[in-house]
């Protein structure tokens, strides 16, 4: 069993290690944050998913850690033409939740499927790709940036209209990708410009555009945030029975089990349960989730900077900043310090889509702590063959 272990899964043993971590955790929250679900079906049944969920993913980071990074850059276009012809189909045949229409149903297994989460690991693939192709001087880099803000814009295009949050997260982390690749400043400046003149025209013309039927939802959630008025929309209910729900956890947490708010809250189990999480296990539950973050930040660090190659250390920056960044949202939300958004909290959250989406990330950025610690181990070898040669 060991050995099978030690075949099949590679890369970095502290990422694994949050890995487990985080899906125990998940397994724990969405068991008891189920809530008033339970009375449907019984809280073992959700647990039960969400384990299939955790293994499905688990052989998808296994099996991805396993591809040498080289095929996730000869791949990476076709990757990205096939995520974006499924966001424009999901745009007339998905599935409409919320007046949000964002995912499909496939067939037979009535399993749905986030499109914009396949969509983002594409692009950033894409971009990581591109850019290193192009690395080198100011002339080079200038000519990078056309084709990777013009798939850029088509992709954050076709998700805005029902996931503005997410657009937004994916055109961040592209944008810090530029700037640690080197392009100028200039152009990164007038692409933000471009950017914000965008969205208020959009936002302005909401009431007006038929297919920005989200627009109002949009504008309340900042306004309520900003103006921290109270009220009865959904928005400020949700961050009002989260608040809630951290204030009576107190240090200790009431428990395991024990969280009164996941009756009262909703998407317990998937945008909010990092509150759940503190209801219940206290101060320390969250600040360990958090910390698990951080760590998981500074191995991706660490690879990036034992990575020689440019692709795999921009791939490996674009996915764990995606990470990250989305982690840190949730959070923010669940605790009051952003406005209201639909970011699952990677590898915790309730959700399939969610779950295997993020394990393909966690996948390719192992791809590559293998293929570093391959090479040093090839230079090191090399080294005590010359030093016994010497000898």
Same mark, same amino acid.
């Given at each position: +069993?060991? @050995?099978?272990?030690?075949?099949?899964?590679?890369?970095?043993?502290?990422?694994?290690?949050?890995?487990?971590?985080?899906? !125990?955790?998940?397994?724990? &929250?969405?068991?008891?944050?189920?809530?008033?679900?339970?009375?449907?079906?019984?809280?073992?049944?959700?647990?039960?998913?969400?384990?299939?969920?955790?293994?499905?993913?688990?052989?998808?980071?296994?099996?991805?850690?396993?591809?040498?990074?080289?095929?996730?850059?000869?791949?990476?276009?076709?990757?990205?033409?096939?995520?974006? *012809?499924?966001?424009?189909?999901?745009? *007339?045949?998905?599935? #409409?939740?919320?007046?949000? %229409?964002?995912? =499909?149903?496939?067939?037979?297994?009535?399993?749905?499927?986030?499109?914009?989460?396949?969509? $983002?690991?594409?692009?950033?693939?894409?971009?990581?790709?591109?850019?290193?192709?192009?690395?080198?001087?100011?002339?080079?880099?200038?000519? &990078?940036?056309?084709?990777?803000?013009?798939?850029?814009?088509?992709?954050?295009?076709?998700? *805005?209209?029902?996931? !503005?949050?997410?657009? =937004?997260?994916?055109?961040?982390?592209?944008?810090? +990708?530029?700037?640690?690749?080197?392009?100028?400043?200039?152009?990164?400046?007038?692409?933000? %410009?471009?950017?914000?003149?965008?969205?208020?025209?959009?936002?302005?013309?909401?009431?007006?555009?038929?297919?920005?039927?989200?627009?109002?939802?949009?504008?309340?959630?900042?306004?309520?945030?900003?103006?921290?008025? $109270?009220? @009865? #929309?959904?928005?400020?209910?949700? &961050?009002?029975?989260?608040?809630?729900?951290?204030?009576?956890? /107190?240090?200790?947490?009431?428990?395991? /089990?024990?969280?009164?708010?996941?009756?009262?809250?909703?998407?317990?189990?998937? @945008?909010?349960?990092?509150?759940?999480?503190?209801?219940?296990?206290?101060?320390?539950?969250?600040?360990?989730? !958090?910390?698990?973050?951080?760590?998981? !930040?500074?191995?991706?660090? %660490?690879?990036?900077?034992?990575?020689?190659?440019?692709?795999?250390?921009? +791939?490996?920056?674009? =996915?764990?900043? =995606?990470?990250?960044?989305?982690?840190?949202?949730?959070?923010?939300?669940?605790?009051?310090?952003?406005?209201?958004?639909?970011?699952?909290?990677?590898?915790?959250?309730?959700?399939?889509?969610? +779950?295997?989406? %993020?394990?393909?990330?966690?996948?390719?950025?192992?791809?590559?702590?293998?293929?570093?610690?391959?090479?040093?181990?090839?230079?090191?070898?090399?080294?005590?063959?010359?030093?016994?040669?010497?000898?």
């Amino acid at each position: +069993m060991i @050995d099978i272990i030690k075949k099949y899964v590679k890369g970095d043993s502290k990422i694994w290690f949050i890995i487990i971590f985080l899906c !125990l955790f998940s397994l724990l &929250a969405v068991f008891s944050s189920m809530g008033i679900k339970s009375h449907i079906r019984p809280g073992y049944f959700y647990m039960y998913k969400q384990l299939g969920s955790i293994l499905a993913g688990i052989f998808v980071i296994i099996v991805m850690s396993n591809i040498p990074c080289r095929y996730y850059s000869k791949f990476s276009t076709i990757f990205l033409y096939v995520s974006i *012809f499924l966001l424009v189909f999901t745009i *007339f045949y998905g599935e #409409n939740i919320n007046l949000a %229409t964002r995912s =499909l149903v496939v067939p037979y297994l009535r399993v749905s499927i986030q499109t914009s989460e396949i969509a $983002k690991i594409a692009l950033i693939i894409y971009v990581a790709r591109i850019l290193a192709q192009y690395q080198g001087d100011n002339e080079k880099m200038a000519k &990078a940036f056309k084709p990777v803000i013009i798939h850029t814009a088509i992709v954050t295009a076709l998700i *805005f209209k029902d996931n !503005l949050s997410t657009s =937004l997260l994916l055109f961040c982390v592209i944008i810090i +990708m530029l700037v640690i690749s080197g392009i100028s400043f200039k152009y990164i400046f007038g692409t933000g %410009t471009v950017l914000v003149a965008m969205l208020a025209l959009l936002l302005i013309l909401s009431p007006y555009v038929p297919f920005l039927h989200r627009g109002d939802t949009w504008i309340n959630r900042i306004e309520n945030f900003s103006s921290g008025k $109270k009220g @009865d #929309n959904e928005s400020n209910y949700q &961050a009002t029975q989260a608040k809630i729900a951290i204030a009576t956890g /107190g240090i200790l947490g009431k428990g395991p /089990g024990n969280s009164v708010q996941r009756n009262f809250l909703p998407h317990s189990s998937s @945008d909010f349960i990092y509150a759940i999480i503190a209801e219940e296990y206290g101060l320390w539950g969250p600040v360990l989730i !958090l910390v698990a973050y951080f760590i998981l !930040l500074a191995r991706i660090g %660490t690879i990036v900077s034992k990575s020689k190659n440019t692709f795999p250390a921009l +791939m490996v920056i674009g =996915l764990g900043f =995606l990470l990250i960044i989305q982690a840190l949202i949730n959070m923010g939300v669940s605790v009051g310090v952003i406005p209201v958004t639909g970011q699952p909290l990677p590898m915790v959250s309730w959700g399939t889509s969610s +779950m295997l989406c %993020t394990s393909v990330a966690l996948g390719a950025i192992l791809s590559v702590s293998n293929q570093v610690s391959k090479k040093q181990k090839i230079e090191e070898s090399l080294t005590t063959s010359d030093e016994e040669v010497e000898c």
